[in-house]
């Protein structure tokens, strides 16, 4: 887990972005809090989440992907902020 983790897991939750109709697209998730990540960036360490288990896919939206926080990432979320 690194910094740019910590806050894809926290502005999906704080989003609400939590199953597979409340989600976020990359553009969507790059665009909350500036800081500075291209979407390519963002979608690689969605790739590696998603991978692992801490997000899942939600319904298209047009043609993006969309994205949310699985009861696992918010569980490991938890674990790494104390």
Do not use: H
């Amino acid at each position: 887990m690194n910094r740019l983790g910590f806050m894809i897991l926290s502005i999906l939750r704080s989003n609400g972005a939590t199953n597979q109709v409340q989600s976020m697209t990359v553009r969507e998730i790059a665009s909350v809090e500036e800081f500075d990540m291209k979407e390519n960036t963002v979608f690689k360490k969605l790739k590696g989440f998603e991978q692992s288990g801490f997000i899942g896919r939600g319904f298209k939206e047009g043609r993006a992907d969309t994205f949310f926080i699985t009861p696992e990432g918010c569980e490991y979320l938890e674990r790494v902020k104390k």
